[in-house]
């Protein structure tokens, strides 16, 4: 199922917002409910979680939420450009060893698909504990030329997934970015124009 099939099967009058590795539902649950006009897509690989992120929106009678059992790397690359208003991706697994770093979802590759899909002013949600992440995740950003960082409070829902109870106590790091506006510069940013430039910068981090 496309981000393309799901809007056009459930009608909303506000935006589309997605969230890549819903867990067990949480977050979304709770951040749906407090924006009814908003559809809410969650991705996640696991299909046990995905039958209790389905269960808690049902529970709830949220008819806002549609929970996707497939990848995000697949999924991401058929959204339709400039569709989507918000991408909250919460601790994603950091594979803290150096050697398995390659798998982390936050790379260039992925990132370059997030910013398409994005609308210009789309926003782009990032938490983890693990620091190093966090710069990765900037160094990205910063690099990629589409996005400019911006000083927002992360929505106060993201602090009620399980996994940030867990790291209650721990420092967690959040990351806003804002997809730029044809007429900011950078705005304009090509895919394919930056791969070359981008590659450089992910084997760098």
Request: glycine fraction near 14%.
């Given at each position: 199922?496309?981000?393309?099939?799901?809007?056009?099967?459930?009608?909303?009058?506000?935006?589309?917002?997605?969230?890549?590795?819903?867990?067990?539902?949480?977050?979304?649950?709770?951040?749906?409910?407090?924006?009814?006009?908003?559809?809410?897509?969650?991705?996640?690989?696991?299909?046990?979680?995905?039958?209790?992120?389905?269960?808690?929106?049902?529970?709830?009678?949220?008819?806002?939420?549609?929970?996707?059992?497939?990848?995000?790397?697949?999924f991401i690359r058929d959204i339709e450009a400039g569709t989507v208003d918000a991408f909250h991706l919460y601790f994603p697994d950091p594979w803290p060893k150096s050697r398995h770093r390659k798998r982390r979802f936050f790379a260039m590759d992925n990132l370059r698909w997030l910013h398409d899909g994005l609308r210009p002013g789309g926003r782009l949600w990032f938490a983890t504990d693990y620091f190093d992440y966090y710069v990765q995740a900037k160094v990205l950003v910063l690099a990629h030329g589409g996005f400019r960082l911006a000083d927002l409070a992360a929505p106060w829902e993201a602090c009620t997934s399980i996994y940030s109870r867990r790291f209650a106590g721990s420092r967690i790091h959040f990351l806003a970015a804002v997809r730029r506006s044809a007429d900011e510069p950078g705005g304009e940013v090509q895919h394919q124009e930056q791969v070359d430039r981008d590659r450089e910068a992910d084997q760098g981090c």
């Open positions: 199922m496309t981000l393309g099939e799901i809007v056009r099967d459930y009608p909303h009058s506000g935006g589309v917002e997605v969230e890549i590795g819903c867990g067990n539902g949480h977050f979304i649950a709770e951040y749906a409910a407090h924006r009814l006009d908003t559809l809410l897509v969650g991705l996640e690989i696991k299909d046990k979680r995905c039958r209790k992120a389905r269960e808690k929106a049902e529970r709830h009678g949220l008819g806002n939420v549609v929970i996707v059992h497939e990848s995000a790397e697949g």
